[in-house]
């Protein structure tokens, strides 16, 4: 089996550029901005997730619920904004008749 990687995560190691990178993402400019950038990701998906959550005000979420949410306040600017969109639409939208009694409140 000459010349196959067995394990593919490995092989950036035992090239030149691998160590190298490794000592770069060590530089401490480097960890701070990266840890920049996990705050700035944190803070919009905290602003995204309070954004889901307004039209949903009053209703009973499980835990599955807020994980769904979550997941979703971490995408982009305009899905989150589609969803929020369509949340507040479904809340304004008058009740479908027969819905009730179908099971689909």
Request: no cysteine; aromatic share 2%; glycine share 8%.
């Amino acid at each position: 089996m000459d010349g196959v990687v067995n394990n593919s995560l490995d092989a950036w190691r035992t090239g030149t550029i691998g160590p190298r990178l490794v000592q770069i993402a060590d530089r401490p400019w480097v960890r701070d901005e990266m840890q920049g950038l996990r705050d700035a990701r944190s803070r919009r998906t905290a602003v995204n997730l309070a954004l889901l959550r307004a039209p949903l005000n009053g209703v009973d979420l499980d835990s599955d619920d807020h994980a769904m949410l979550t997941w979703l306040a971490d995408r982009d600017a305009d899905i989150v904004a589609g969803v929020h969109s369509l949340l507040d639409r479904a809340r304004a939208a008058p009740p479908v008749p027969g819905a009730a009694e179908a099971g689909h409140e």
